[in-house]
């Protein structure tokens, strides 16, 4: 565990913390494997170990590759839209010629999202069972906050929001 982040920052109010794709990562840097950002969630999933992940990966990766050819470079977003659309224009527009089972490959990768958050943001040695992982950067960016503050978060992760001492804030 790195030492306490110290925050020697005076908001004035009202203030707007916006928190974009790298927060969790950057939270998280002393992790053996940090959260993922959009580009890297394939790369970070394919080197997930136990409990089956690495076949459902293998499986998500597979029908990337079927999809466009390709799996470097193409992002968690822009395949879940993918597939997502193509799932719901399947419950109306059967495909005569061979068609896919978006619904699967929706559900798979949103089981392979659960267990890359799981793997990558969450203490999993405790012997109290698993707790989620809060950011010493984050929580005194938040003990800086009061009230009548607003955050603002893109990520698909609760680092974040584990961040805060207190849910009541």
């Not at 809060?134 to 992760?157: K, M």
Request: glycine share 6%.
């Amino acid at each position: 565990m790195t030492a306490p982040f110290k925050l020697r920052l005076k908001l004035e109010e009202p203030t707007v913390v916006l928190f974009g794709a790298g927060a969790s990562c950057g939270g998280l840097r002393d992790n053996p494997l940090p959260p993922p950002v959009d580009r890297d969630f394939l790369s970070v999933a394919n080197q997930l170990t136990g409990h089956g992940t690495p076949t459902l990966a293998k499986r998500v990766l597979r029908s990337v590759w079927e999809l466009y050819n390709r799996v470097e470079g193409v992002g968690l977003e822009e395949y879940f839209r993918e597939i997502e659309t193509r799932a719901a224009i399947s419950r109306i527009a059967k495909s005569k010629n061979k068609p896919k089972d978006w619904a699967r490959r929706q559900t798979d990768l949103e089981e392979l999202i659960r267990r890359v958050y799981v793997q990558t943001a969450v203490e999993l040695s405790s012997s109290a069972g698993p707790k989620p992982r809060a950011s010493p950067a984050h929580q005194a960016i938040l003990e800086t906050l009061t009230a009548c503050s607003t955050i603002l978060t893109f990520n698909y992760d609760l680092v974040i929001e584990e961040s805060f001492k207190s849910a009541e804030m």
